[in-house]
């Protein structure tokens, strides 16, 4: 019988227990001897990530491994805290841009959400530019993703993020408003209370570390 689901205080110590035991096996090997180093840790982030992405991007069944640009824009639009007014001329703008487009790799999409995880650097580095009086316009993003992000940013993907967030088509983003929605996006909306359990299996997480730091910092009795 397979381990049941449960993350609600009220059910049980199930996920919890699971959890635990899967990650310290994880990190420290069978024996749990083995030392958990930054780098591996970053490893396992990286690898949670990219994963956690693959399904969002599969849920969109693409075709040839590739996905539509209004599934991409959907991906870009969710949990960014859009109005729903604005959300739906947002979304006609982009079907109005790519009635037959090509669609995106997951490739381009990841590099894209890689770039967006940079957003606190990337927002400084726009600043800069803004500063100097250039624009944020397709080749600034493509620079900026080079520089901060160490990503290449497809002339494809932009065309996409140009046509959701460039209101006026004069070929420039707003910098305050592209970077406040996908600050946004980031969090996922994961810092409200409706989190589906997400912030307590976080909880989960760090108890199982410091649990298993103790044990192995206190000499057995």
């Not at 930054?38 to 849920?59: S, Y």
Request: hydrophobic share 40%.
């Amino acid at each position: 019988m397979g381990m049941r689901h449960r993350d609600r205080p009220t059910t049980g110590n199930t996920l919890k227990s699971g959890l635990c035991s899967a990650l310290t096996t994880y990190f420290f090997g069978a024996d749990l001897k083995g030392k958990l180093t930054i780098k591996n840790f970053l490893e396992f982030q990286r690898k949670l990530q990219h994963d956690v992405l693959k399904l969002e991007f599969e849920r969109h069944d693409p075709v040839d491994g590739r996905i539509t640009e209004r599934q991409f824009g959907g991906m870009l639009l969710a949990y960014s805290g859009v109005q729903s007014k604005k959300l739906t001329a947002m979304q006609k703008q982009l079907k109005k841009h790519f009635k037959e487009g090509k669609g995106l790799t997951f490739q381009e999409v990841e590099n894209f959400f890689t770039f967006l995880k940079n957003i606190n650097d990337v927002d400084t580095a726009l600043s800069f530019y803004h500063m100097a009086g250039a624009s944020l316009d397709k080749a600034t993003m493509q620079q900026v993703a080079r520089t901060v992000a160490k990503v290449e940013l497809s002339d494809h993907v932009c065309d996409v993020v140009f046509a959701l967030f460039d209101c006026d088509g004069n070929g420039e983003l707003s910098n305050k408003e592209f970077v406040s929605i996908m600050k946004q996006r980031l969090m996922r909306g994961l810092e409200k209370p409706k989190d589906m359990g997400f912030t307590r299996l976080m909880q989960a997480m760090w108890k199982c570390a410091q649990e298993t730091a103790w044990d192995f910092a206190l000499p057995k009795q």
